[in-house]
């Protein structure tokens, strides 16, 4: 968490020196997915949950040459998981609903913009987890054995993994309220590259659509 908060200092103390400030808010719509083929004894389903967030953003800092565009942000989401996976010696389940929440950190080097009101950011996410909350549970059986079943909600033991990262997308419209101000429709996409559980399915990623409004202002 450190790292993160160290991450915001830094962010504060370049708005010295950006040229917009903005605050978002929204909903986001989350999906966890994999890779894996459905063949065999393997078989996943992923259901999409609803959920917020809540972000400070920083942009047209420039960088040499690079204009760069900074967010902090805070956010909530999560979704059901029902997978199985096993073969002739045994096999293994995890069913669940999962509730998450993260604060994270954007950094976005590619920023155009588009008849001077159309906004479309392009960068990295770093995540890390704030809390947990889990309704399900992981059974499974081998060979010789009377098999397993444990909750996955067990308040000894850390389910979700502890770091994210991924690709974000951004486009925003700008209504122009005055020469400092604007409001800011917006939509955003989250495409994780890095696992969101520790245990099985720990090949489970996250892809979450968000829809906000936004607040700029300038600063000079």
């Not at 103390?13 to 917009?20: A, C, E, R, V």
């Not at 947990?132 to 499974?140: A, Q, R, W």
């Amino acid at each position: 968490m450190k790292p993160i908060f160290t991450i915001f200092l830094i962010l504060f103390n370049l708005t010295l020196f950006s040229q917009n400030v903005e605050l978002i808010g929204g909903m986001n719509k989350n999906k966890f997915f994999d890779y894996e083929k459905d063949e065999g004894h393997f078989n996943s389903a992923y259901d999409s949950q609803y959920g917020y967030s809540f972000q400070i953003a920083i942009e047209n800092i420039r960088i040499d040459t690079v204009k760069w565009r900074f967010t902090l942000g805070y956010e909530q989401y999560g979704g059901s998981i029902n997978v199985r996976d096993g073969g002739l010696g045994g096999g293994v389940t995890s069913k669940a609903e999962i509730d998450k929440s993260i604060i994270s950190v954007g950094v976005f080097p590619l920023n155009f913009r588009i008849i001077d009101r159309i906004d479309i950011n392009v960068g990295f996410e770093a995540g890390a987890l704030i809390s947990e909350n889990i309704v399900g549970t992981s059974s499974g059986w081998s060979i010789g054995t009377n098999g397993f079943s444990y909750d996955l909600n067990d308040k000894n033991k850390r389910y979700n993994a502890k770091a994210y990262f991924g690709l974000r997308g951004r486009i925003a419209y700008d209504l122009n309220k005055s020469d400092k101000v604007a409001i800011s429709p917006q939509y955003s996409n989250y495409f994780g590259l890095t696992k969101e559980f520790d245990e099985f399915p720990e090949f489970t990623k996250s892809m979450r659509h968000f829809f906000g409004l936004g607040v700029q202002r300038k600063i000079e």
